[in-house]
């Protein structure tokens, strides 16, 4: 991954609207990326199907300071530490800790019992939208409200001001500021 840090860059954040009529248009970059087996790595060494393609960069990572910055802090420590989270995740060696933080000192499945803002992404194959449904039918959110933006994975890259937007509403309706506090 360090050896093309700008073929990195670009599958950060690239732009593939699907071939698919059905999708209509819709960006597949990173389920591409992150969700097909090898495409990541085939893409960042020039070979298979990516081997004389690159892709085009949503607007935002047109932005030449982003991609220096991107490129910089990379560049010093690669991304070996970075990564490290998803090769766990991927095989599952965290999965007892997890269970056993879920889980209060009687047994049961722990609450979430302060409000919760979940924002989710319709283009974000990662952090996908449906996420909350299983902790939502559980029981285990008691004051969820979702919102879900049209945005990719990098949504605050890409759409700052309305992620900003969303968070001082719900803090100003769940934690409203009187003149006693």
Same mark, same amino acid.
């Given at each position: 991954? /360090?050896?093309?840090?700008?073929? %990195?860059?670009? $599958? /950060?954040?690239?732009?593939?609207?699907?071939?698919? !009529?059905?999708?209509?248009?819709?960006?597949?970059?990173? =389920?591409? %990326?992150?969700?097909?087996?090898?495409?990541?790595?085939?893409? $960042?060494?020039?070979?298979?199907?990516?081997? /004389?393609?690159?892709?085009?960069?949503?607007?935002?990572?047109?932005?030449?300071?982003?991609?220096? =910055?991107?490129?910089? =802090?990379? !560049?010093?420590?690669?991304?070996?530490?970075?990564?490290?989270?998803?090769?766990?995740?991927?095989? /599952?060696?965290?999965? &007892? +800790?997890?269970?056993?933080?879920?889980?209060? !000192? &009687?047994?049961? &499945?722990?609450?979430?019992?302060?409000?919760?803002?979940?924002?989710?992404?319709?283009? +974000?194959?990662?952090?996908?939208?449906?996420? %909350?449904?299983?902790?939502?039918?559980?029981?285990?959110? $008691?004051?969820?409200?979702?919102?879900?933006? &049209?945005?990719?994975?990098?949504?605050?890259?890409?759409?700052?001001?309305?992620?900003?937007?969303?968070?001082? +509403?719900?803090?100003?309706?769940?934690?409203?500021?009187?003149?006693?506090?």
């Amino acid at each position: 991954m /360090n050896h093309d840090l700008e073929r %990195m860059f670009e $599958v /950060n954040h690239g732009f593939y609207p699907s071939p698919v !009529s059905e999708e209509k248009g819709r960006d597949i970059w990173m =389920r591409e %990326m992150f969700c097909t087996p090898g495409a990541m790595r085939d893409y $960042v060494a020039r070979q298979g199907k990516w081997k /004389n393609a690159s892709v085009e960069l949503k607007p935002y990572a047109k932005n030449p300071d982003l991609k220096k =910055r991107f490129i910089d =802090r990379m !560049s010093k420590g690669g991304f070996e530490g970075p990564v490290q989270y998803y090769h766990s995740l991927a095989r /599952n060696t965290m999965i &007892d +800790d997890e269970r056993e933080l879920c889980k209060a !000192s &009687d047994g049961s &499945d722990k609450k979430i019992t302060v409000p919760l803002l979940y924002i989710g992404q319709t283009g +974000d194959w990662v952090c996908r939208t449906d996420q %909350m449904g299983p902790a939502k039918e559980q029981g285990l959110v $008691v004051d969820l409200e979702e919102k879900v933006v &049209d945005a990719g994975h990098w949504v605050l890259y890409e759409k700052p001001e309305e992620i900003a937007s969303l968070i001082a +509403d719900w803090l100003q309706r769940k934690y409203p500021v009187t003149k006693e506090n």
